[in-house]
């Protein structure tokens, strides 16, 4: 009769434990327009990112990035977070299951008793009977934790969506550390491109400056346009300098960031094209939700709702009572002077019932604090969704700016070094003055630094469309994970 109110009492348990507490949405509505407010670059039709940097067929650049992701500290405290993730979905899942413990004792010590004749004691007429004895003892104990309310299956769920996050949030480094590298991989070269134009702009000056003052010395020429020219080059001189030196900063940079020996990047460096032109922009989708979701971190902000909706089942069902049932069972085995008997154990129970009546108020505010958290969590997913619009959409205008300026610089350059050709050719004439000849220097040198700063700006801008777009990572589960070689990449760092 006893084993029958214990099976009905676990029974019970197991029914109450399908009852759970209602959770706030899982998922909310994000503000995703109906379309793109910004130039699409070619018609805008669906495209992977998965190979976007072997379009530019620079392997330096590819492996740069490489370099740089394993040299990384972002991308390593990333990963580790996901291993941390990992380890606490496990626990949270462990905690769902009865847990069980082996145990093992042993223990050795004497038992005896003396006794008198008569009622009296003395060490002559006693008998003692003092006797070794061991005990040994082994067995299994085991608890369970009933989820009545939906506790731990709100902590396993939150943990779940927690290790998503964290591997999407690896992701969003990876892309990080790719677009940092890309830039200064571009930053260097258009550096090196600047440093050219001063290199023959300081040359340009020096040679007229060394003719001038040579003419100045013959009778030939104003003292004042030798001190003119003289000036000229001490400025480009200077120019020359500066950008020297900001190119040695800016190579520094990108030591740092790949983790590749200044020597050896040098190297690298010399031995690849110095520039390469952009590839044309493919397509871009012309409806927001299908390039957002292939964002990681607006996919982590989303799953950061579903954890926050699970964090508040879990405070909610700590409110309510707990049951718990145990039982153990095992083996003891007693020897003392050639006697042996060994004894089987087990029990089942207690069962436990915990019910909260007095905290002060502690659960309910928990409760609180994780609908607080909740609704943050739906703010900031909202938010994240907005920027990452706003970021394609800003990537998307400068890139099409930039492609739209390139043929007039081009054009620009092209026609100032017509101009100064000529000018120089009158002033070597004597048909044109100094002064004329360095405006026009002047000119051309400005052209061709706004050409460079507009080459940079471009592949800034594109960089920026492969960062906003995700970087080709998509989602678990999705069409294009199983057709995107890259996103398919590193799904559990």
């Known amino acids: 009769m006893r084993r029958l109110r214990w099976i009905a009492a676990a029974c019970l348990g197991l029914g109450l434990a399908g009852c759970g507490l209602t959770r706030p949405p899982a998922t909310v509505e994000a503000p995703f327009p109906a379309q793109w407010h910004a130039p699409l670059p070619h018609g805008g039709s669906v495209a992977s990112l998965a190979e976007w940097w072997s379009q530019l067929d620079d392997p ?32 949270a899942g462990a905690a769902l299951l009865p847990n069980l413990d082996g145990t093992a004792s042993a223990s050795r010590g004497v038992s005896g008793s003396s006794f008198g004749s008569g009622g009296t004691t003395s060490s002559s007429s006693s008998s003692a009977a003092i006797a070794p004895v061991t005990t040994l003892q082994a067995g299994l104990q085991s608890k369970w934790e009933i989820d009545l309310f939906g506790r731990l299956r709100a902590d ?70 030798a001190a003119l020219a003289r000036a000229s080059a001490s400025d480009a001189s200077g120019r020359l300098t500066q950008q020297r030196a900001q190119c040695a900063v800016q190579r520094k940079a990108l030591v740092a960031l790949s983790g590749i020996d200044e020597p050896t990047l040098e190297q690298k460096l010399a031995a690849s094209p110095t520039q390469r032109a952009l590839p044309v922009v493919g397509s871009i989708a012309s409806v927001p ?137 009158r002033y070597q004439s004597g048909l044109a003055s100094l002064f004329e000849l360095e405006d026009s220097r002047r000119t051309l040198f400005a052209a061709q630094t706004a050409r460079v700063s507009l080459q940079r700006e471009r592949a800034q801008a594109w960089v920026a469309l492969y960062r906003s777009m995700g970087g080709g990572w998509a989602r678990p589960g999705s069409p294009s994970m199983t057709s995107n070689p890259a996103a398919k990449v590193a799904t559990s760092p």
Not at 198 to 219: H, I
Not at 343 to 356: E, M
Request: proline fraction near 3%.
């Open 289 to 425: 939700a299908d390039a957002i979701s292939q964002r990681p971190d607006v996919y982590a902000a989303e799953l950061g709702v579903a954890s926050a909706s699970a964090d508040v089942g879990s405070a909610e069902a700590e409110r309510y009572p707990k049951l718990s049932i145990s039982g153990s069972i095992g083996r003891m085995q007693i020897r003392t002077s050639g006697f042996r008997e060994s004894l089987d154990t087990w029990s089942i129970g207690p069962v436990s019932l915990t019910v909260p009546l007095l905290d002060g108020g502690a659960r309910a505010a928990n409760s609180d604090a994780a609908k607080a958290r909740y609704t943050e969590a739906v703010s900031l997913y909202r938010a994240n969704v907005r920027q990452a619009v706003r970021e394609v959409e800003e990537a998307l205008v400068n890139l099409d700016a930039t492609d739209a300026r390139a043929t007039d610089a081009d054009s620009a350059v092209k026609n100032y070094q017509a101009s100064f050709d000529a000018t120089q050719a």
């Open 60 to 91: 330096l650049l590819v492996e740069l990035i490489a370099a740089a992701e394993a040299a990384s500290p972002n991308l390593a405290s990333a990963a580790a977070r996901v291993a941390e993730a990992r380890s606490t979905r496990v626990q």
């Open 156 to 225: 396993r769920d939150s943990a779940e969506q927690k290790l998503s996050s964290a591997t999407a949030k690896w992701h969003d480094a990876r892309v990080a550390v790719a677009a940092e590298t890309a830039n200064a991989y571009f930053a260097e070269r258009a550096c090196q491109q600047q440093l050219r134009v001063a290199e023959s702009d300081a040359q340009s000056r020096g040679e007229t400056a060394r003719l001038t003052d040579l003419s100045a010395r013959a009778g030939f020429t104003a003292p004042a346009d």
